[in-house]
């Protein structure tokens, strides 16, 4: 029992000590894997991993049982996954082969084909936790429809799916002629997706369908721009509850937090009562 004016460690600050220590992943890459860049991705594969740990902490889940990064390309993320849940069935899935092939071998992972039309894709049993990085902000309306109706058979119940999406602060980047390159590859159609009116809003690269076959990307493939409100009301869903929304958390991007749910279902934990103190004798 402490008593009064004892100095004590705050539960808060106990746990921001935890989430500075990473653990140490393989550094191994390929060539050719396009999110490859020495400054900075082994950078945005740890901040995928702290965005993850938070979303989990919102969530109440300790550790996942069975994790399944979806759209990983070449392990950027993967590999923080394998090594903080190093008992965890994990399981990786792009529309790469190559980088499936890579990634099962690299990580011990299950490797899951990736298709243009997620109702293509195969998978055994749902998963505890799933990691979707990168992947909305390039889809259009109709298409996080598809994905959404897959993600309610590939997260079990009392899952958690966290996924990224183009939020305000990437509006704000779209403006900034310093980021081109980085979107639509120019400056002035950057620009008028930043200003254009509605809740969602997306524009397709300036490639054609040879190219996007040869970079192994789908035939609708662009940069889709969201306002949080436009999220909130889209996952207005009875099998969904959103338990995080934390803007400009990766890369700039927005990380929302999703439990799949169903009725009776009572993932919480309640502490209105003291484990010793209220205790029954």
Excluded at 154 to 182: K, N, Q
């Amino acid at each position: 029992m402490l008593s009064v004016g004892e100095s004590t460690t705050s539960a808060t600050e106990f746990c921001m000590d935890a989430l500075r220590r990473y653990p140490v992943v393989s550094e191994e890459t390929v060539a050719g894997d396009p999110m490859w860049d020495p400054g900075n991705y082994l950078m945005l594969g740890r901040a995928g991993l702290d965005a993850i740990r938070l979303a989990m902490l919102c969530a109440q889940k300790a550790e996942p049982s069975s994790v399944l990064d979806f759209a990983s390309g070449y392990g950027r993320v993967t590999r923080f996954l394998r090594a903080e849940y190093p008992s965890a069935r994990l399981a990786i899935c792009d529309i790469d082969d190559r980088a499936v092939e890579f990634c099962a071998q690299q990580f011990q992972a299950q490797p899951i084909y990736g298709r243009e039309h997620p109702r293509e894709v195969e998978i055994d049993e749902p998963f505890d936790l799933v990691w979707v990085c990168s992947l909305f902000t390039h889809l259009n309306e109709p298409m996080w429809q598809e994905f959404f109706e897959f993600f309610e058979r590939a997260v079990m119940p009392g899952g958690i799916l966290v996924f990224t999406v183009h939020g305000r602060a990437i509006r704000e980047r779209l403006r900034d002629p310093e980021y081109a390159s980085f979107y639509l590859c120019d400056a002035e159609r950057n620009l008028e997706l930043a200003n254009a009116d509605g809740g969602f809003t997306f524009r397709e690269y300036a490639t054609t369908q040879a190219e996007r076959r040869e970079l192994r990307e789908p035939s609708r493939y662009g940069i889709s721009l969201v306002e949080p409100s436009w999220v909130w009301r889209f996952l207005d869903r009875p099998q969904w509850k959103i338990t995080s929304y934390v803007e400009d958390r990766w890369g700039g991007q927005d990380v929302i937090g999703a439990m799949r749910w169903e009725p009776g279902l009572r993932p919480f934990r309640q502490p209105l009562r003291h484990p010793d103190r209220d205790r029954k004798t």
